[in-house]
């Protein structure tokens, strides 16, 4: 495979972040473009993973930067899925900011994104002395 270049996603493209989106059907996002355009707006440090001039991974993050921040958005491509562009997303943000205390991600309960996550170095919630809590807005 051709060399991923990862650089800080400066200026929101919607149909590129549309398409991204709808390719790993994340349809909450796709299916409210002005929702995710603010999203994008509002965020803390965005991180795009390119192939040449072709985006095919972001992370988002959002949060204050010095004492928590939250993984909102880590896709890549179907395309090019297991090939280490998620790990090369993540593992940028972690170096970024190793002094932030607190870094949470909110994922789905799936072996593959268990997998995933504990071996870049994030532990499962159960394994540590936090808790979590959500309200989810349907």
């Known amino acids: 495979m051709r060399e991923i270049k990862l650089k800080k996603y400066k200026k929101y493209k919607p149909e ?3 398409d991204l989106y ?4 994340w349809s909450n996002y796709y299916n409210k473009p002005e929702m995710l355009k603010e999203a994008y707006q509002h965020s803390l440090y965005i991180l795009g993973a ?6 095919v991974g972001i992370i988002r993050v959002v ?3 010095a004492s ?3 993984v909102q958005d880590l896709l890549v491509h179907p395309e090019y899925q297991r090939k280490g562009v998620g790990r090369l997303l993540l593992l940028e943000i972690l170096e970024k900011y190793q002094q932030v205390h607190q870094k949470v991600l909110l994922t789905d309960n799936t072996e593959k994104t268990k997998a995933f ?3 870049v170095g994030m532990t499962p919630l159960a394994e ?3 808790i979590c809590f959500v309200n989810y807005t349907f």
Request: proline share 0%; net charge negative.
């Open 68 to 70: 928590i921040i939250f």
């Open 50 to 55: 390119y192939l040449e001039e072709e985006l």
């Open 117 to 119: 996550y504990t071996k």
């Open 16 to 18: 590129e972040i549309l």
């Open 128 to 130: 540590t002395n936090g």
């Open 63 to 65: 949060g204050d930067g």
């Open 22 to 25: 709808k390719a790993v059907e």
